[in-house]
């Protein structure tokens, strides 16, 4: 009944039966762990204040990858062996602040700060994924999810652009550089918690009968849907379709689909591009534009740069490409320009 995951670098041992079934990060965040960098306010993925970093291994190939996400619709019950950070573990009054917070301060990107910490993370997590080698063009990308309503943004992306490896833009010179960058130590911003080794969860039922399923492969996903017979059931990717379509509130069963490999499969042959259902938006334009370098399949960069129009970067990181490929809402225009290729 246990799970196991760190936030900012303090192991955390939860038993998911104290919690409710759908229970987001961003409160377990607030109210129980009671770090209050990371707000709330649209609980639809559309703001970017709730903004946090993640980091886990990639179920095919192990490699560990980082991405930003929105913590306010990102369940608790999928965070499973993930390194969670947020604004306060990169830096913080009493460890010192991290260089992207100075630099926003400095350059006078902040004024009420409520939107501040999203901000910082999304730029975090952006800077993490690539390495520290990011251009301009990629950074002003990176933040429609991400609004302010009183400083405005000019300053708020001087500050960003000034971390790309092609800025012109003047920094302060009571910033640090770049390469100072460091992960703060748990030790310093939270107690460490014991974990007792234990084996991978693979299902839990809770009091009121809602049960949740971690499958590890796809036998194991198909084995638990024939038991649960008519009863309506949700394949958990992003969560991200939460923050427009309300869920239903009778579901009774959720299948946490992150760890299942054949889900996150591809392939690219000299005759197609095999994508799996649960490749999320953000890898799968990074597919495309693999793609696109093979004769042939020039069209993949047109493909990949309308994926790059839909939704946001943090949105992108989790949201799976299936969502979008299913005839589901008459608003989904995804289906039918990929029907046509």
């Not at 946090?52 to 019950?77: F, M, Y």
Request: net charge neutral; with cysteine.
């Amino acid at each position: 009944m246990t799970t196991t995951f760190n936030i900012n670098g303090c192991k955390y041992n939860v038993n998911l039966i104290n919690f409710p079934p759908d229970i987001t990060l961003n409160t377990f965040i607030r109210e129980y762990v009671q770090l209050t960098a990371t707000k709330y306010m649209c609980l639809e993925g559309g703001c970017g204040v709730c903004l946090c970093v993640i980091k886990g291994k990639q179920p095919i190939s192990g490699e560990t990858r980082t991405w930003a996400v929105n913590s306010c619709l990102t369940l608790l019950n999928t965070c499973m062996d993930c390194e969670i950070i947020t604004a306060e573990g990169i830096g913080n009054k009493k460890i010192g602040y991290h260089p992207i917070q100075k630099r926003l301060a400095k350059m006078n990107g902040t004024q009420c700060g409520f939107c501040s910490p999203g901000f910082v993370m999304n730029m975090y997590g952006l800077l993490e994924s690539k390495g520290g080698n990011v251009k301009m063009t990629e950074v002003e990308n990176s933040f429609g999810g991400n609004i302010c309503r009183c400083t405005g943004y000019r300053p708020i992306l001087d500050a960003m652009k000034s971390f790309a490896v092609d800025s012109i833009i003047q920094i302060p010179k009571e910033c640090i550089d770049i390469e100072d960058f460091e992960l703060s130590d748990c030790s310093k911003v939270g107690s460490q918690l014991r974990v007792t080794c234990q084996k991978p969860l693979r299902y839990l039922t809770y009091p009121d009968g809602t049960q949740w399923y971690w499958p590890r492969t796809f036998s194991e996903l198909f084995e638990a849907l024939s038991k649960i017979q008519n009863e309506k059931f949700m394949l958990v990717a992003g969560n991200t379709a939460h923050g427009v379509y309300r869920r239903s509130l009778d579901i009774r069963h959720f299948f946490d689909i992150h760890a299942v490999p054949e889900l996150k499969q591809h392939s690219i042959t000299n005759e197609k591009v095999t994508l799996g259902a649960n490749i999320s938006l953000t890898e799968a334009m990074e597919i495309f534009e693999q793609s696109a370098l093979n004769p042939g399949f020039e069209y993949c960069q047109q493909l990949r740069e309308h994926f790059d129009l839909i939704a946001n970067v943090p949105v992108r990181n989790v949201s799976i490409e299936k969502v979008f490929l299913k005839k589901l809402f008459p608003l989904v225009y995804l289906f039918a320009l990929v029907e046509i290729i």
